[in-house]
């Protein structure tokens, strides 16, 4: 195995034409992906999709994998897969600059969708800690556990990771495992999982379809498909609205719930239970060695996300903009100029925020970043709030998500022997805590029918 001293001797700082080189290579394989689409089949009672964002995951993995295989010309070396791991965590900005704005156009919505829907929501928050926590620990799995397992692990939660440990930390590596993970088989699992549990008819109906709001519109189309299968035909309106509304409610509440409630428990959770249920793993001792070691060697390329110049930030934002025009031109079919207009706005109030942080460097970008897009999203509450929710409406939420991923497969293939270390260990934990999320908030929704 490849010593951590010779890896970090060949993960040198990436040139301007390395970079150069890693930004047109990420637009190229984002344009191939969304002309893939995304491809749909049956499993069962149930549906899974594709989506484009999956296969620019895959094909950028690939890609950085296959680096000594790849013409020079067009080479991403592990200094510049390094380099996309920063890249992510600037670009992920824009994402909750679009995140907060549908927030706070959504405030309407959310306020009429009632108790039972606001307090499932710690089903979904906690669940996954409940049960993925404690199996992360048997399993031997380190710091790894926290960011596989403060929640399922979808957009919004890379971005929190990456802020508050950076992406190239043992927590940034946990949850690009889960995000990977729920990408790959979590639509399968759920339809599967939520199919079993509907059929044991212990649960009503509408519990189920919270619980299959689980903040992902595939996994809610996979759980929901698989539930209603099982219903009377009249009850699919019902059953699919209470579904929507619940998944609107985890994206926009979630992101919230997770950043002040679960993350900051789960990790509290770690201290406390790891010194009693990592003992009982033999591989304890070899993952902590291991992952000591690979977290020297993804750190070497770039630092934590606050940490990056704002030169590369810029370059980062341009690289994720260029590719959300080329989703939402290709698959959306929105225009170009259409487009930048939204574009440029969520780039405005990113920057704004991004001076102030580097003029207060203690405020949390994230939370200060969030507050500003959500309450500026707010329908009325400014003469230009309906101006922006119009302009930014045009950007569709998951032509965001296919440059992110396809920065995050750069990074995730400088860190396969990592990924390989874990291996099935935390194919399974991803899983529990997929599994964990859906009857969390179906138990806690049961209480109000």
């Known amino acids: 195995m490849t010593s951590a001293a010779s890896v970090l001797a060949t993960a040198a700082p990436s040139s301007a034409s390395g970079k150069l080189k890693l930004a047109l290579v990420t637009l190229a394989i984002v344009a191939a992906a969304e002309l893939i689409g995304p491809v749909q089949f ?46 992510l965590n600037a670009g992920l900005l824009l994402f909750v600059v679009k995140l907060g704005l549908t927030v706070g156009a959504a405030l309407p919505q959310v306020k009429q969708a009632g108790w039972a829907l606001l307090f499932q929501e710690f089903g979904h928050a906690l669940g996954t800690l409940a049960l993925g926590l404690p199996l992360a620990l048997l399993l031997g799995i380190k710091r790894e556990a926290v960011g596989a397992t403060f929640s399922v692990g979808r957009e919004g939660n890379l971005v929190i990771i990456g802020e508050k440990y950076g992406m190239a930390s043992p927590e940034g590596r946990g949850v690009l495992a889960e995000y990977i993970t729920g990408t790959v088989l979590g639509a399968l699992f759920i339809a599967v999982l939520a199919g079993f549990i509907a059929s044991l008819h212990i649960f009503d109906p509408r519990s189920l379809a919270m619980g299959a709001g689980v903040g992902s519109g595939s996994l809610m189309a996979a759980a929901l498909g698989a539930i209603a299968a099982q219903q009377p035909a009249e009850m699919l309106p019902q059953l699919t609205a209470i579904a929507a509304a619940s998944n609107l409610l985890t994206t926009v509440a979630g992101f919230y719930f997770t950043l002040f409630l679960s993350l900051p428990l789960c990790s509290w959770l770690y201290g406390k239970l790891e010194p009693v249920l990592g003992r009982f793993s033999k591989r304890g001792a070899q993952a902590a ?157 049961e209480f109000f029918h």
């Open 42 to 87: 049956s499993v069962g009672p149930g549906k899974v999709a594709l989506l484009p964002m999956l296969w620019a995951l895959l094909i950028a993995a690939a890609w950085g994998i296959a680096q000594r295989r790849v013409p020079v010309v067009l080479r991403v070396a592990t200094a510049e897969q390094s380099f996309a791991g920063g890249l």
């Open 289 to 445: 060695a291991g992952t000591g070691a690979m977290s020297q060697i993804a750190q070497a390329g770039m630092p934590h996300g606050g940490a990056m110049s704002l030169r590369d930030t810029l370059i980062a934002w341009a690289v994720v903009g260029g590719g959300v025009l080329i989703g939402n031109s290709l698959t959306y079919k929105v225009p170009m100029l259409v487009s930048l207009e939204g574009m440029a706005v969520v780039a405005l109030i990113a920057l704004t925020v991004e001076g102030i942080k580097r003029l207060a460097p203690r405020l949390p970008m994230v939370l200060v970043l969030s507050v500003v897009a959500t309450v500026a999203g707010i329908p009325g509450l400014f003469p230009f709030s309906d101006a922006l929710i119009a302009l930014t409406g045009k950007l569709n939420f998951l032509a965001f998500t296919t440059p992110v991923l396809a920065l995050a497969g750069f990074s995730v293939a400088k860190d396969v022997p990592m990924f390989r270390q874990l291996g099935w260990r935390i194919v399974v934990v991803s899983l529990t805590a997929t599994a964990g999320t859906f009857l969390g908030a179906t138990l806690i929704a």
